[in-house]
Antibody
Framework: QVQLVQSGAEVKKPGASVKVSCKAS????????ISWVRQAPGQGLEWMGW????????NYAQKLQGRVTMTTDTSTSTAYMELRSLRSDDTAVYYC???????????WGQGTLVTVSS | EIVLTQSPGTLSLSPGERATLSCRAS???????LAWYQQKPGQAPRLLIY???SRATGIPDRFSGSGSGTDFTLTISRLEPEDFAVYYC??????????FGPGTKVDIK
């Protein structure tokens, strides 16, 4: 069965970087994309960007351009999202989701809480 | 960038009632790329509807989606206790990015 398993919670200081992983199983990794979404406490969903696991092409939300990098490691079927220059308003649960045909997001990771605090 | 607006913000209903949730786009969106998600507290979102009207695998037929252009609707024909949650619409735009609406919370009256 399709599974996306994310890395554990992180606590970071302002100005630091965080790298969240999303390990995929149960399907051919390179046949789909991975999208990243975050959700601040009590807030809605914010799309961060996505990456093609086939060729590594990325598209980032304009708001995060320059601070976010998404990569994949096809040898381990793992996607990564790195966010730099962290601020307190980056505190959120970060989710990965598989992007399939018709851009359907049918499978999600369990979420990773990133807390930015001095 | 296309902005999605959802209404109402909160819908207070009783089990067994019909829920009608609206998603309006600031400009026309492709129906092929309009989706609805359900999210319960502490859980990841779950795909309900894609392509504006196609139910995802395992989604009960009390959930239905409709609409085109700038106006889309998610209908829950008879609310079950497990349907009380937050619902988000999502679209994919020509710029190559996705956007979500702010969500509608369906709570128990």
């Amino acid at each position: 069965q399709v599974q996306l398993v994310q890395s554990g919670a992180e606590v970071k200081k302002p100005g630091a970087s965080v790298k969240v992983s999303c390990k995929a199983s149960g399907y051919t990794f390179t046949s789909y994309g991975i999208s990243w979404v975050r959700q601040a406490p009590g807030q809605g969903l914010e799309w961060m960007g996505w990456i093609s696991a086939y060729n590594g092409n990325t598209n980032y939300a304009q708001k995060l351009q320059g601070r976010v990098t998404m990569t994949t490691d096809t040898s381990t079927s793992t996607a990564y999202m790195e966010l730099r220059s962290l601020r307190s308003d980056d505190t959120a649960v970060y989710y990965c989701a598989r992007v399939g045909q018709q851009l359907v997001w049918g499978y999600w990771g369990q979420g990773t809480l990133v807390t930015v605090s001095s | 960038e296309i902005v999605l607006t959802q209404s109402p913000g909160t819908l207070s209903l009783s089990p067994g009632e019909r829920a009608t949730l609206s998603c309006r786009a600031s400009q026309s969106v492709s129906s092929s790329y309009l989706a609805w998600y359900q999210q319960k507290p502490g859980q990841a979102p779950r795909l309900l509807i894609y392509g504006a009207s196609s139910r995802a695998t395992g989604i009960p037929d009390r959930f239905s989606g409709s609409g085109s252009g700038t106006d889309f609707t998610l209908t829950i024909s008879r609310l079950e206790p497990e349907d009380f949650a937050v619902y988000y619409c999502q679209q994919y735009g020509s710029s190559g990015g996705f956007t979500f609406g702010p969500g509608t919370k369906v709570d128990i009256k």
